[in-house]
């Protein structure tokens, strides 16, 4: 991947759909957020985790949104700030990694369950840490207006299509050899590119064990 084509990719998550959607690319969260600068710390922690990536991953997990406790502020899809701020090193190699909340609104930083989890299990089973990348059928933060920023929801269909180009560009920049589909939105997605993949059970809401057997089933 050279500087140019990554660039481009990152150029394409600027358009983001309107309403109840954050962009952590190119948005800033007023309320939450370090500073102004957020945006661009997070945009360069994608763009290392990708390029540490390119050549060597064999396996694209593709879950269904990015979540407010994982890439809204790590920049990285089912990766979160604690997890960045930690001793696990294996995830960016090449910078620093920064946080991009305020320390008061989460002291350590926020920790995303399902990306412990995801993570964790194939750690555990053997895959090395830049041999799978991680993305989002929907990459973008949809969130609950009533509740804010620091909320999920699911996004809606009209949102779904909306994200459907930028899933198919994250494939052509990573043409792995096996992909994993976490839930049934990430399953429809790679549906309508007319891709094959294996279907895991998102390891959310009581999902956990399910997962770790599936996953560990087709990666061994």
């Not at 959607?21 to 948005?27: E, G, I, K, S, Y």
């Not at 930690?86 to 909340?101: E, F």
């Not at 990573?174 to 589909?181: M, N």
């Not at 294996?198 to 999902?207: C, F, L, M, Q, Y």
Request: with cysteine; aromatic share 8%.
């Amino acid at each position: 991947m050279s500087r140019k084509e990554l660039d481009k990719f990152v150029r394409l998550l600027k358009t983001s759909p309107s309403d109840a959607v954050f962009n952590p690319w190119w948005q800033i969260d007023e309320e939450n957020d370090i500073g102004s600068h957020a945006p661009a710390i997070r945009r360069k922690q994608l763009a290392v985790y990708f390029r540490e990536r390119l050549g060597t991953a064999r396996w694209a997990i593709v879950g269904e949104a990015l979540g407010y406790r994982g890439g809204h502020f790590s920049g990285i899809p089912m990766t979160s700030e604690r997890m960045l701020l930690g001793k696990q090193q294996h995830i960016l190699t090449g910078i620093k990694p920064h946080r991009t909340s305020k320390p008061n609104v989460c002291p350590d930083g926020f920790s995303e369950p399902t990306a412990t989890i995801v993570w964790g299990e194939l750690l555990k089973i053997g895959v090395l840490p830049d041999e799978f990348v991680l993305w989002n059928a929907f990459p973008w933060h949809s969130f609950d207006p009533r509740r804010g920023l620091l909320s999920n929801r699911m996004p809606n269909k009209s949102e779904q299509l909306a994200g459907l180009h930028v899933l198919k560009a994250f494939l052509k920049l990573f043409a792995c050899q096996q992909i994993v589909a976490l839930g049934k939105i990430a399953v429809a997605q790679l549906e309508q590119l007319g891709l094959n993949a294996h279907r895991v059970r998102h390891p959310a809401s009581g999902g956990a064990n399910l997962f770790r057997e599936q996953i560990a089933g087709i990666v061994r």
